[in-house]
């Protein structure tokens, strides 16, 4: 399994941004898959998980109401939404693949990880 993120770069503080996730293999329709993010000299969070059909999502306080995760299970596609990005937002983008179909909240909830994509968020 494969996970390639994408969709990362430069905005103001306010701004949007949208990124995607692009999976092969089987695993991404049967599976929950989540984002997550690390900022320089942080370690890596929790940012939103999704389960396998789109039914269910869950976020981090830091970015509810303002950041939202959805699936294509046709494309094999992973998608964050990003609105109001503040400076704290900064960080590299990582999407992962989930042990189980609901997804999860903690790192050993996933078992596949992808190379992240940069967000800089600038005020």
């Known amino acids: 399994v494969q996970l390639q993120a994408s969709g990362g770069g430069s905005v103001q503080d306010g701004g949007s941004l949208r990124l995607s996730c692009k999976a092969s293999g089987r695993i991404f329709s049967n599976n929950g898959m989540g984002w997550y993010r690390q900022a320089p000299g942080k370690e890596r969070e929790f940012v939103a998980t999704i389960s396998w059909n789109g039914g269910r999502t869950y976020y981090a306080d830091s970015v509810k109401g303002r950041f939202g995760i959805s699936r294509d299970n046709a494309k094999n596609t992973l998608y964050l939404e990003m609105n109001s990005l503040r400076p704290e937002d900064t960080a590299i983008y990582s999407c992962?693949?989930?042990?189980?179909?609901?997804?999860?909240?903690?790192?050993?909830?996933?078992?596949?990880w992808g190379q992240g994509t940069l967000v800089t968020v600038s005020s």
């Open positions: 992962a693949a989930a042990r189980r179909a609901l997804g999860g909240t903690k790192q050993a909830d996933y078992r596949y």
